[in-house]
Each structure stands twice: as C-alpha cells, then as structure tokens.
C-alpha cells in the first residue's frame, strides 16, 4: 500500500489515507508531497464533493518524521517549502472531514486542524508535543489551535507538550464529534455522504467565507456572506432546492 492511498468510498467523496503504521504515521517529505498532490487534484475535480482525511484505524499522525528533522539545519528546512503543500490543503474548496483514531500528535494535529470537520475516536489524543523535542509547531499549530480553543487552553498544550483526551478536545472545540474508535471511518464516510449530497456551490461558498471571515473585521466578513448569499441566487440548485421544496419532491443538486 502507498504511504498515501486514494480510494472513492462513495459518489463525490474521496479518501485520503496515510499508511505509514512502522512510524505512526509519521509524516515525511514524501507523505506531504503526496498529499499536497492529491489535494490540488482533488480541489480541481469537479466530480469530489467532500474529502475524508484519515490515517486508518489505528493512528491518525503522530507528527512530522523526527528521523527526516534530527540532523537537518535551519536553510535545510526552509528548503523543504513545506508550507507550499500544507497551503494546497489549507487552499481546497471542498470540505475535509478528519477521521482520528489513536495519536493526532504534532504535525498530525496540525494536519487534522487544516479539516473542516473532525470525527475523533474514543481513544483519540491530540497534541502538540514539538516543544519536547526542542522545536515548536511549524503548520500552524500556533494560530489554528488557538483559534479552535483560545489562547489559553492552546497555550497550555504548546508549552507543556500534555496530550488533550477526544472527550476533552470536544469539549475545548478542537472535535466536532467522538463516536466510538470502530465507527469513527463509518460516522466520517456518513458526514462525508451528507455534505456530498447537498448543492456543492452552497458547500463551497460557506467553507470558503466562514474561513475567509473568521479573520476578518465583523463588517467585512458579513459583507463576504453577504455577497456570497447572492451570488447562490444565480444557481441553478438554488432554483432547484426552492422548487423541489414547493413541488414537496427531493432536489437533484447538480452544482449550476
Ligand atoms: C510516539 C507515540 C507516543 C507512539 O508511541 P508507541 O509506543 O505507540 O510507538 P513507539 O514510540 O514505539 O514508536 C513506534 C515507531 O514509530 C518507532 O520506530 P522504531 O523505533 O523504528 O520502531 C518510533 O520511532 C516511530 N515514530 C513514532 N513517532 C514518530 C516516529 N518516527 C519518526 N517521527 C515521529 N514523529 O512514540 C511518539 O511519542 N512520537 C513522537 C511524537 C512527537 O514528538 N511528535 C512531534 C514531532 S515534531 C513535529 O510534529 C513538528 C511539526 C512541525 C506517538
């Protein structure tokens, strides 16, 4: 199996998983790089409604390879252009629903915190632990978690390198969901089957400015819905959903 594999689990949803279990999934240069291509595919492939990332039953990432980062120097990993792959996650239209069993750890938090949506695991833990290895996040670690669970709970993860339980991480807002470790695949593909079948230009128009607005002044980013909102009244599937509605009939979303 590839250190990343693609499958197509259902109509419009695409499945991405890391395979590096000798490691936990550690990510190396060649798993970025391989997810950074898959997911500028799949952002272009007009068939892909939703993306489900997972690192399979077992563990999610435990973190960026320390092996590939022991003796590499400061201009060695700014060569790396690691930011250049994690923004082609960060940059995809359609929404990325995390499946989390076992260690989200490091990079591997930071990769579930460039989803949408997280279904974690029972025994799912999250955490930051770069400080204990002498280094600190570097893809977005710092400003992603924060903005999940603010500055002080995110602080203290950063700077004690302490895992977060999936009970506490729902309840800090780093989760959208904890199902049992066994279901955590079903539940994600469910979600997944959900967003798939709903008007994709809608789905892309809400990821696209509750990201873009979350950052921004409240005046710009409700200007940014705004506009957006109108924009849908040139679709299609807005002519659809309001018809099949009226007609008391299921809408066939087309994404015009
Ligand atoms: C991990 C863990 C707590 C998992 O613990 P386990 O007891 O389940 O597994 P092991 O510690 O025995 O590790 C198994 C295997 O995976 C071992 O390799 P071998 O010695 O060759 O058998 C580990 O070296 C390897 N492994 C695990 N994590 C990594 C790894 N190789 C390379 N890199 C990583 N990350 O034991 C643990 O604590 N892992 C380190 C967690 C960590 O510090 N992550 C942050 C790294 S820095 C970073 O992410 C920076 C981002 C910008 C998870």
Redesign the pocket.
Known sequence: MPVVELEHPGRGIARLRIHRP???N?LNQEVRQLLGEHFAALSADGSVRAIILTGGDKYFA??????AMAEAGAIDIMLRNTHLLWRTIAACPKPVIAAVNG?A???GC?LAMHADMIVAGEGASFCQ??I??G?M???GGTQRLTRAIGKFAAMKMLLTGLPMSAREALAAGLASEVVADELVQARALELAELIAAMPPLAVMQIKEVLLAGQDASLDTALMLERKAFQLLFASRDQKEGMQAFLEKRKPDFTGQ
């Open positions: 000798d490691a936990r550690a435990a973190g960026a390879d320390i092996k260690y750890w490091g990079g930071e632990p770069e204990k290895v280094i996040p570097g893809a």
